[in-house]
């Protein structure tokens, strides 16, 4: 689908020198002389690399659609991770560093979703909560519990991260993924 290059938004995948780029900032330029164009930041979806390009109100860029479906991870062998269409039973074998940091969130029979353009995936996300299991942090301390202090605590897949001071070893709690932040006490 052909759209103008002033109507690019943050978020939208654009097809542009041969290549696919989300785009990351944008801002609307009128100057005194000449007409208004956008500036816009785009990432390379493959290789992650950036590029800053005007678009003018004359010029028409091709938007691209990306298919999303959701895979059940079967297992983790090396740096590779074997997934499943549960609709399909169809597998696909993916590299780990498509994960970026939130893989270390990564559990056998975790539901993912892919993201793939043209048959080709480009990024897989996790759930927004995971539950994990706290293995090392410091012991509750009677009367510490009325300040919002936080307490530094290890996770069984080795993240350190900060828990509220009644949370103690073997206790499962709820994982932000993305920001890698406390939620809440697990309900199991």
Same mark, same amino acid.
């Given at each position: 689908?052909?759209?103008?290059?002033?109507?690019?938004?943050?978020?939208?995948?654009?097809?542009?020198?041969?290549?696919?780029?989300?785009?990351?900032?944008?801002?609307?330029?009128?100057?005194?002389?000449?007409?208004?164009?956008?500036?816009?930041?785009?990432?390379?979806?493959?290789? $992650? %690399?950036?590029?800053?390009? *005007?678009?003018?109100?004359?010029?028409? /860029?091709?938007? #691209?659609?990306?298919?999303?479906? &959701?895979?059940?991870?079967?297992?983790?062998?090396?740096?590779?991770?074997?997934?499943?269409?549960?609709?399909?039973?169809?597998?696909?074998?993916?590299?780990?560093?498509?994960?970026?940091?939130?893989?270390?969130?990564?559990?056998?029979?975790?539901?993912?979703?892919?993201?793939?353009?043209? $048959? %080709?995936?480009?990024?897989? *996300?996790?759930?927004?909560?995971?539950? /994990?299991?706290? #293995?090392?942090?410091?012991?509750? &301390?009677?009367?510490?519990?009325?300040?919002?202090?936080?307490?530094?605590?290890?996770?069984?897949?080795?993240?350190?991260?900060?828990?509220?001071?009644?949370?103690?070893?073997?206790?499962?709690?709820?994982?932000?993924?993305?920001?890698?932040?406390?939620?809440?006490?697990?309900?199991?």
């Amino acid at each position: 689908m052909k759209i103008q290059g002033v109507d690019i938004r943050v978020g939208n995948l654009i097809a542009h020198k041969g290549r696919v780029w989300v785009a990351t900032k944008i801002q609307h330029v009128q100057p005194g002389k000449g007409g208004a164009y956008m500036q816009v930041e785009l990432r390379d979806i493959r290789g $992650g %690399t950036k590029l800053n390009e *005007r678009f003018r109100s004359s010029e028409t /860029v091709e938007r #691209v659609r990306l298919d999303e479906r &959701v895979y059940q991870l079967l297992y983790a062998e090396g740096e590779s991770l074997t997934l499943m269409d549960t609709k399909t039973f169809e597998q696909l074998t993916l590299d780990r560093e498509m994960m970026g940091e939130a893989g270390v969130f990564l559990q056998e029979g975790m539901m993912v979703t892919v993201t793939s353009h043209e $048959g %080709t995936p480009v990024s897989v *996300r996790l759930p927004e909560q995971v539950a /994990v299991a706290v #293995v090392e942090t410091e012991p509750v &301390v009677k009367g510490q519990t009325a300040a919002s202090s936080y307490k530094p605590a290890v996770l069984e897949n080795g993240v350190r991260i900060m828990v509220p001071p009644h949370i103690e070893t073997g206790v499962r709690i709820l994982i932000n993924t993305a920001e890698r932040t406390y939620v809440e006490r697990a309900r199991d």
